[in-house]
């Protein structure tokens, strides 16, 4: 039974690697039926609100302890049993479609928009949801700590916040309709608002959030354009029809779609793209994400590493079926991915504050992961997602750590030897680990198992340029990350007069972040504080998770096998040649790829080590060697982002201000003084121009009189007479 | 003969009342003296219950007009006339009759002027109502004339002063060369046709304009006709006169003057037009009275805008509403005249209690002019200032006072009768003329107080009747409909009477 | 014998005569109306277009051979006596007030 | 119960108000504006036509039958829905007044009163006539109020909204008596009976005549909505006006613009607007991008939400000109969220300008750190406004958009003259309100905190009082509703919605045809 479907997609896959141009890969996967008796799955995203509501009343009431941090632990906690339960429960060869109130829904005729709140429960929701509450869960735990010395109001707007993030990813991952993924979608923009301004007394904060939410918003204008569209060519919104259309004759169905739809239909897909894009800081919208880590470190865990920023792959792989109505469409995600992932990488290398190398990371994964979709691995590209949720929120949550310890202190040019101070064992070596995740090192890392996947498809695509870039990024990944862990954890042990001017009586202002320290603690920031226990337990568990994922990962493993019965499965070993026996070794990109990618790996990781361990001021030398060079352009562009916030801003805020303020200007003078008061001022001015008529003499009134009298008379007898007469000779 | 001496009842009783008020005036007796304006309203109104009664009476009895046109007419002339007689109440020999009071001096009959006072101003609404009666061209002028003629003395006599005499000099002069325009118009319409009887000057027309088509000579006489009457009214290009002599004349008589010639000239309007032709009017004509409705109140609005003075103000304002009444007249007897009628009666009552409320004001004795003196009235004196305020919106056409009904109305005749264009220029004139008449409905809510405060004129009459009229305009358009059906009746009796 | 050969404008005075005349007074008197500053010429002026139009009527009354012209024409003389009245005495208390005869004297109301 | 209740309540109390003591013209109006909403909803209640297209309330009470005009009433769902609108606004802002206004306070609240009955006059009237006074009678309370009670340049604001608004309406009554005469023409007699003279007017008129008639009514309802480029007096009196004002002018007086393009324009002179839909879009399209860009570079924040009334309104009219059903019925939705979100906005502006007397976000800024709650009340408010779903603003705009996108020649069941450019381009809207609205939370709400000091006087705490908190806890419950469930109410406006459009679906091909057919002539 299996193996007959496993033909069947190897087939179909077969089809695809020949005719790359037009990808018509789509194969039968379950649909959503609607389910009784399922009605509790609703709880899913009733605890997130509950937990929201009474962080409201908290701060309304003034509660001054930990009650919002337990209260959101355990609703999310809730919420992630509900999600266990229900995973366990599942049959996932029967997606249900869980009815729970109507939302939005019009009719008229034979036409309607129909958006009822409903979960549609298949494997893909599941997969996403277990991660999802289950990271939420543990980093609201170790957030009890990190953000306790803002109890009170703000710690109830942070839990508040927090709430509405697992509320509205809820939406977003468990809806059942396009709309609802799109409550879901600005819900989470509105959260990370929220919570990357955090801070609201920093105007940088303010200023990251307000940029996360409108870059998000453009994004956002692609998705709502390509919801409308798919609503006027397929008249609904909801998965479980949609699939049903797109799969009504298996892979021809996108095919014949697209055809008849003409141009509108085409562009769907590439619509779509620009909200996940948006959301999942892809190119051209990457922008936003660096600078959202003005937010408290674990909201940078959770939203702006773990699960937000992978709403995006959510989106097209729940959406992969549409990603065929253009043969473009694919490949063009593909290199999005590729280019971000380079470009984030390059810029990583670059930086000095630890949580903005992270940042970069984070945008350069997500540039694998949609790498992954556009190869046609849906599987890797979720893959991705799954282990990188856990080792990238070890990384922020180390990094938050550090950070929450040493004041702010986030340079990796003044930290050094945090592996030699007490207390700290447990954040160095979880970092290691997820260091050599995020580096890729072989079998023990879990990074290994899934971006192998998605450079091996890409090779097995047929982009072996793609599958190059992703290779040299992942070289670059491995030498950043390590660079960051050999800095910060190595080198010779501190002692009190280092690690208080580690305390950074002497950092600067862009890279403070001093959550975690209001003024009162200001006066014992010359020792370091190491994690308490909520933190060092996030830490290991997280950390054993992302040991866990390594079993999950592989081929025909689980994570497949909740891949392969969804919307995604088009996109499950599509790539699983038939190899002939007599096949080379480099015939199969899956077999030589997990050594070719360790090797990259290792000699990334070679190369930090060298710069970095054992040798720390070689990496300042080789700086100011570049410098000296005719690469110090490239050095400079790197370490400035590409100026690319200043290529936004030049291009698109600066011009739309002026021209926000030249409109400005012409409403208020141009239409408002010259044209409607001076029309309005029209009949006075007229008059004023006749008021010599009224000038009161006797005589000229009498003289105007007569005038007026014979002239009129004149107008109406002579005139048409004159008419008459040239009428006649005419 | 007899039956046009019945129909006419109501005029030798003013004229009778005029002489008897004439003489009371010089009475010794104050009380006698203060009865005279209360006894010349109450014959007023008297006078337009007996018109109206004039419905009922054989066609023979009225003049050209039909008796159930001309008596509604009549009786509302007569009726707004004894409002106008209150309002005039102290107007005249007031230094003189406090002087007597007080004792400072004993009263001499040859220094009173209200008897005379009185006495003209009944004279001219007579001369008015008969324009609503005349039959023939002799009688058509002579009452143009009575109507202009006691007016040119009550300007001088209202007021004492330059102004007074200032006025009364543009106002006789221009008024005597109007005169002369239309009694030329007259003569040439008499030479054109051959009759001075309307009903044969009617009858002829209309067969020469169906066989050969109309003469130049009576075209040209209805033209300078129309365009002389067009005084009275104060319809552009004769327009000019009236900003000066309603600024120069008290209150109480630009009240007057506001509404008593512009009857008259309305009537006198409807008299010629019906005779050129009622609902078919020459093209000639139809033009003219097209020219003068857009100019008029293009001109009056356009004026109005540029003033500080109230009175020129709503001078302005009088000589634009004239322009609505013209194109109420040329949308023809019937509906057209209908509304015409009805708009004359609440302009009428509108400009009434515009003047009332400034002849109810004063300053040390002197008129009060300026807009400006008008701020803050709301709280200075309340019920003027609501008063005011009901005027102007009434004025400006805002629903749902008395003013918009009547504007909708005229508005709906003249659509009717296919002059949208009109329509349309006179919407945008309304919006035009709309922010003088704001600003005179918001000068006493809103605006600030004058440093030299107004008070209240001795004579209690104008106050009283502005109160009542803009009771009236917020009230009445609520129960309009009846008198609205009974004009429209009376005016399609009228079409039925002529016959066309 | 020679008959006298009269022009036929000379002829007879017919009524195109007339009307031109009453043409021309009217045309002069609204002339001097609106040239002459002195108030007792300009009241002459007016006197002046009402005799033109009774002229106009007169001539039309016989033309016509009806009576009702000529009734209008002393209709018209009546009224001009009184308005001549009214002049008069108007122009006595203006000049009481301000000794000119000048129009334009009386010029203080305007617009600004 | 007699919907001649809810206009003569709110007038007779005005009367009240005006003749009693000072001190009680505060607790008459809202007791009379509370019992003004209790009657609606009791009404509303017994509502007999929530789900069918007819029309209920009827009441027919003779006027002027001479020509036509009566007091006739009547209401279908939508008209309902937006008496209800007007019905809850209003005690808000009466309460809203308490501390706000203290001088005159019995004229303050006799106009507000007066206000109200003409607000619900407009959407109550059957007859043409009636409707037309009530709509311009809303002119003169909003005069004297912006006139008597506003900022400092007051009077210039009041007379610029009174006389545009007045001029455009002059052109429109010039279109109505035109209508009513062609009617007349075929009846009989005069009638301004709504429904009559629609049906007349729609089947009978020429397409010349419809299209001049929709150009006067256009006239009126455009500017009184407003539509580009004939908005300059909204921002102008919104800035000056009180903030009952302000949340009057925003909640209930715009929407009878595009209630009357909703009521008259649509259905009297179908012909007429299919001609005119292109360019009618194109205004709207371009008042959404303008009034959003005119707001992010506002200093002044009530001016900065009185632009964004321009751009929002533009999603109005962009729903109404899609001419089908989810357009309509976004827009009339979108005429309730807007009432309520924008409303909400200036009250929040109202109270703070009642501490600090100034609303320049220059000197004003990080307002959470005195004031959580008002803050809270901002953001939320500001959420709505920026039609974020789960909100109200987003059904209405998601429907307007979706209608405008949709409304291609070739949408088989609902073709329409707009389509996805429209749509797109209105859309950017939707990142420009981010930026905006963003940047004004970013300014007053959030950042370092400034503000020049509290007024003593106004005897009001730091942060909202219960009172004020009462005041924004319903509409923001509403908006919540709204948000959560709006198809309760979609389902009531549906069928009103289908009888406005029932004209277009044969009469938009027919249109592109003799385009397309001109086209080639003229090109050929």
């Known amino acids: 039974m299996i193996g007959s479907q496993l033909l069947s997609l190897l087939v179909a896959a077969g089809d695809a690697a020949h005719s790359a141009d037009h990808g018509h890969h789509s194969v039968h996967f379950p649909v959503g039926v609607p389910t009784e008796g399922l009605g509790y799955a609703g709880l899913v995203l009733a605890l997130p609100l509950i937990a929201m509501i009474l962080n409201g009343v908290y701060a309304i009431s003034g509660v001054r302890s930990k009650l919002p941090a337990w209260t959101t632990v355990a609703c999310l906690g809730g919420a992630f049993a509900v999600v266990l339960n229900l995973y366990l429960k599942a049959d996932i060869e029967h997606p249900v479609v869980v009815p729970l109130f109507e939302w939005i829904n019009l009719s008229w005729g034979t036409g309607s928009i129909s958006a009822p709140f409903g979960l549609y429960l298949d494997s893909l929701t599941l997969l996403w949801m277990l991660f999802v509450t289950g990271l939420g869960t543990m980093i609201a735990l170790y957030a009890s700590e990190y953000m306790e010395s803002d109890v009170g109001p703000a710690y109830c707007r942070f839990f508040g916040g927090v709430s509405i993030f697992l509320l509205a990813m809820g939406c977003l991952v468990m809806g059942d309709n396009l709309l609802t993924l799109y409550l879901g979608w600005e819900g989470v923009g509105f959260a990370s608002y929220m919570l990357i301004g955090y801070h609201f007394t920093k105007p940088s904060a303010v200023a990251a959030a307000k940029k996360a939410f409108i870059v998000n918003r453009i994004g956002d204008l692609g998705l709502a354009l390509g919801i409308y569209l798919t ?34 239909v085409s562009i769907i897909p590439f619509l779509l793209m620009a909200g996940a894009f948006g959301k999942s800081a892809q190119l051209p919208f990457y922008v936003w994400l660096p600078d959202a880590m003005e937010g408290p470190t674990p909201v940078s865990a959770l939203i702006h590493a773990a699960t937000m920023v992978t709403a995006g792959v959510y989106l097209l792989v729940r959406t992969f079926p549409m990603l065929e109505l253009h043969p473009a469409a694919a490949p063009t995600v593909a290199w999005v991915g590729g280019a971000t992932a380079l470009l984030a990488a390059t810029i990583g290398m670059a930086q000095y504050d630890i949580k903005r190398v992270m940042a970069y990371s984070t945008v350069s994964q997500l540039g694998y992961m949609f790498m992954g979709v556009g190869v046609l691995s849906t599987f890797g590209a979720a893959a991705h997602v799954f282990t990188h949720a856990f080792f990238k929120a070890v990384l922020f949550l180390t990094c938050g750590a550090i950070m929450h310890g040493f004041a702010g202190q986030l340079d990796l040019r003044v930290l050094r030897g945090l592996r030699h101070v007490k207390g700290w064992r447990i954040v160095v070596w979880t970092m290691f680990y997820a260091s050599l995740c995020l580096a890729g090192f072989p079998i023990i890392s879990s990074g290994y198992w899934s971006k192998d996947v998605i450079l091996a498809e890409a090779f097995a695509n047929g982009r072996p340029l793609l599958g190059g870039l992703g290779l040299l990024t992942a070289g670059m990944t491995a030498y950043y990350t390590f660079r960051v862990w050999f800095r910060v954890c190595c080198g010779p042990k501190p002692d009190d007069h280092d690690l208080a001017k580690m305390m950074g009586d002497d950092h600067h202002g862009e890279d403070h972040h001093d959550e975690g320290h209001s003024e009162d603690d200001q006066h014992h920031h010359h020792m370091p504080h190491a994690p308490k226990w909520a933190v060092n337990l996030v830490l290991s568990v997280i950390s054993v998770a992302a040991v866990g994922s390594i079993f999950l990962v592989p081929e025909h493993g689980w994570l497949e096998h909740m891949v392969a019965k969804s919307s995604g499965a088009a996109g499950v070993g599509a790539n699983h040649h038939e190899l002939p026996a007599d096949a080379g070794f480099w015939a199969d990109p899956h077999g030589w790829m997990k050594y070719v990618a360790s090797t990259v790996g290792l000699i990334g990781i070679a190369i930090a080590a060298w710069l970095h361990l054992l040798n720390r001021s070689a990496a300042d030398r080789l700086r100011a060697t570049l410098l000296a060079s005719p690469l110090k352009v490239v050095v400079r562009a790197m370490e400035n982002k590409w100026y690319v916030d200043e290529l936004y801003n030049a291009l698109i805020r600066m011009p739309l201000k002026i021209k926000g303020h030249a409109l400005h ?51 109406i007898l002579v005139l048409p007479m004159l008419l008459d007469l040239i009428g006649g000779v005419a | 003969m007899v039956e046009r001496l019945n129909g006419l009842v109501p005029e030798m009783m003013l004229l009778t009342l005029a002489v008897v008020v004439a003489v009371l005036g ?31 009476l054989p066609p023979e009895s009225a003049g050209f007009l039909a008796p159930s046109l001309s008596s509604p007419l009549r009786a509302m002339i007569a009726g707004i006339g004894g409002v106008l007689a209150l309002v005039a109440t102290g107007t005249v020999d007031r230094r003189l009759e406090q002087d007597v009071e007080s004792g400072k001096m004993p009263f001499e009959p040859l220094r009173a002027s209200r008897g005379e006072f009185f006495a003209f101003l009944l004279l001219s609404i007579t001369g008015a109502m008969l324009v609503a009666s005349a039959s023939d061209l002799i009688w058509l002028f002579l009452a143009l004339e009575l109507t202009s003629l006691p007016t040119y003395v009550m300007v001088v006599m209202g007021r004492a002063g330059r102004r007074g005499a200032e006025a009364s000099v543009k106002y006789f002069f221009l008024g005597a060369m109007a005169t002369a325009i239309f009694l030329y118009g007259f003569a040439l319409i008499y030479g054109g046709t051959g009759s001075m009887q309307l009903a044969d000057i009617a009858e002829i027309v209309s067969n020469r304009r169906s066989l050969e088509g109309l003469d130049m000579v009576t075209t040209a006489g209805f033209l300078l006709a129309l365009l002389g009457v067009g005084y009275k009214l104060a319809a552009a290009p004769l327009h000019l006169y009236a900003m000066d002599v309603y600024e120069g004349a008290s209150a109480s008589v630009t009240a007057f003057l506001g509404f008593v010639p512009k009857a008259a000239g309305t009537v006198g309007f409807m008299v010629l037009l019906q005779t050129a032709g009622g609902s078919s009017l020459p093209a000639m004509v139809v033009t003219l009275m097209w020219m ?77 002019e300026q807009v400006s003196d008008l701020g803050g009235l709301r709280q200075s004196h309340p019920a003027l200032g609501w008063s005011l305020v009901a005027c102007s919106g009434s004025l400006m056409g805002f629903p749902p006072l008395l003013g918009f009904v009547a504007k909708v109305w005229l508005f709906l005749a003249a659509v009717q009768s296919g002059h949208i264009a009109l329509v349309v220029i006179a919407a945008i004139n309304s919006a035009a003329g709309a922010w003088y008449y704001l600003r005179m409905m918001s000068m006493p809510l809103l605006g600030v107080a004058p440093s030299d405060p107004v008070e209240a004129a001795p004579s209690p009459w104008p106050a009283r009747v502005a109160m009542v009229i803009g009771l009236l305009l917020l009230v009445v358009p609520f129960f309009a409909d009846d008198l609205m059906t009974q004009t429209r009746e009376a005016a399609a009796n009228a079409v039925m009477a002529f016959g066309n | 014998m020679a008959e006298l050969v009269v022009p036929e404008v000379f002829g007879q005075l017919a009524l195109g005569h007339y009307l031109v005349l009453s043409a021309f007074l009217f045309a002069i008197g609204l002339a001097g109306f609106v040239t002459r500053r002195n108030m007792i010429v300009m009241f002459l002026c007016t006197e002046l277009m009402f005799q033109a139009a009774v002229i106009a009527l007169a001539a039309f009354g016989r033309f016509h051979l009806d009576l009702s012209g000529q009734v209008m024409v002393i209709f018209v003389l009546t009224i001009a006596a009184a308005e001549a009245a009214l002049a008069l005495g108007l122009v006595v208390l203006l000049f009481k007030r301000q000794p000119t005869l000048d129009a334009e004297a009386w010029s203080e109301m305007r617009d600004a | 119960m007699s919907p001649l209740l809810l206009i003569l309540l709110p007038l007779l109390s005005a009367l009240a108000v005006a003749f009693a003591p000072r001190s009680a013209a505060f607790r008459i109006a809202t007791v009379s504006t509370l019992a003004t909403l209790a009657i609606s909803l009791a009404i509303a209640w017994n509502f007999g036509h929530w789900y069918d297209d007819g029309f209920g309330l009827l009441k027919e009470i003779s006027w002027l039958p001479s020509i036509g005009a009566s007091f006739d009433m009547h209401a279908d769902a939508p008209a309902m829905w937006l008496v209800l609108l007007s019905t809850v606004l209003m005690p808000i802002c009466v309460i809203g007044s308490k501390t706000a206004v203290r001088e005159r306070v019995r004229e303050y609240y006799a106009w507000l009163l007066i206000l109200e009955a003409a607000m619900l006059g407009v959407f109550l009237a059957k007859n043409l006539l009636f409707f037309y006074v009530a709509f311009e009678f809303t002119l003169v309370p909003m005069y004297f109020l912006i006139a008597g009670w506003g900022g400092s340049n007051r009077a210039a604001a009041a007379i610029k909204f009174f006389l545009y ?47 001049w008639v929709m150009l006067a009514m256009l006239a009126g309802f455009a500017v009184k909505v407003p539509l580009f480029p004939l908005h300059t007096w909204l921002p102008l009196a919104h800035t000056e006006a009180p903030t009952a004002g302000s949340v009057v002018l925003a909640g209930v007086l715009l929407k009878l613009g595009t ?171 939707m990142i420009l ?92």
Not at chain 2, 33 to 49: D, H, K, N, Q
Not at chain 4, 172 to 183: I, N, P, Q
Not at chain 4, 288 to 295: F, N, Q, R, T
Request: hydrophobic share 50%.
């Open chain 1, 231 to 264: 609503w006027m060519h397929f008249g609904t919104l909801e998965y479980a029809k949609l699939f049903e259309m797109l799969q009504v004759d298996g892979a021809v169905a996108a095919a014949q779609q697209a055809m008849s739809g003409g141009w509108e």
């Open chain 1, 665 to 715: 200007m012409i409403d208020r003078y141009l239409l408002d003084i010259l044209v409607v008061d001076g029309l309005g001022r029209l009949p006075k001015m007229i008059g004023r121009t006749l008021s010599p008529l009224q000038n009161g003499v006797l005589q000229s009134y009498a003289a105007s009189m007569a005038g007026g009298v014979i002239l009129i008379a004149l107008l």
């Open chain 2, 26 to 56: 010089l009475s010794r007796t104050a009380s006698v003296r203060r009865a005279v304006p209360v006894l010349t309203a109450g014959g007023l109104f008297i006078a337009a219950w007996l018109a109206l009664g004039g419905r009922d």
């Open chain 2, 292 to 368: 003068l409705a857009v100019l008029t109140m293009s001109l009056g609005n356009m004026a109005a805008l540029q003033q500080t003075s109230a009175k020129r103000l709503f001078g302005g304002s009088s000589i634009a509403h004239s322009g609505y009444l013209l194109i109420g007249l040329l949308a023809g007897p019937g509906e057209g005249w209908a509304a015409t009628i009805f708009y004359l009666l609440v302009y009428g009552l509108m400009n009434t209690g515009v003047f009332a409320v400034l002849a109810a004001l004063e300053r040390r004795g002197s008129e009060v």
């Open chain 4, 165 to 211: 608004t007045f001029t455009g309406s002059m052109l429109t009554l010039a279109g109505l008596v035109y209508v009513a005469w062609r009617f007349a023409e075929t009846s009989g007699g005069w009638s301004f009976d709504i429904p009559a003279l629609t049906a007349f007017a729609s089947t009978d008129l020429s397409a010349a005549e419809q299209f």
């Open chain 4, 259 to 429: 209630y009357g393009l909703f009521r008259f324009v649509l259905p009297m002179t179908p012909v007429g607007v299919v001609e005119a839909v292109p360019v009618i879009g194109t205004l709207a399209t371009i008042g959404v991008i303008y009034g959003a860009l005119i707001c992010w570079v506002q200093e002044d924040v009530k001016k900065l939400v009185a632009y964004s009334s321009v751009s929002h309104l533009g999603f109005c009219v962009l729903g109404l000109f899609s001419l089908n059903p989810s357009g309509l019925q976004g827009s009339l939705l979108y005429m309730i969220n807007h009432g309520l979100s924008t409303g909400a906005l200036f009250l929040l502006i109202g109270m703070i300008y009642e501490r600090y007397h100034t609303r320049d976000m220059n000197r004003l800024g990080g307002l959470v750190a005195t004031m959580p709650i008002w803050s809270a009340f901002m953001v939320f408010f500001v959420l709505s406004s920026l039609a974020v779903p789960g909100l109200n603003g987003f059904v209405s705009e998601f429907l307007c958009l979706v209608g405008a996108f949709s409304a291609t020649p070739d949408n088989a069941q609902w073709p329409g003259l707009l389509g996805p450019w429209y749509a797109v381009f209105a859309g950017t809207g």
């Open chain 4, 433 to 524: 309100a981010a930026m905006y609205l963003l940047y004004l939370t970013g300014r007053l709400v959030w950042g370092p905190h400034r503000a020049p000091p509290a007024d003593k006087n106004s005897g009001l705490p730091t942060d909202l009082s219960t009172r004020e908190i009462g005041l924004l806890l319903p509409l923001a419950l509403m908006c919540v509703w709204l948000g959560i469930q709006p198809s309760g109410l979609m389902r009531t406006l549906e069928p009103s919605v289908e009888r406005t459009l029932v004209a277009y679906p044969d009469l938009v091909p027919s249109q592109v045809e003799s385009v397309a057919v001109l086209e080639e002539v003229t090109g050929g």
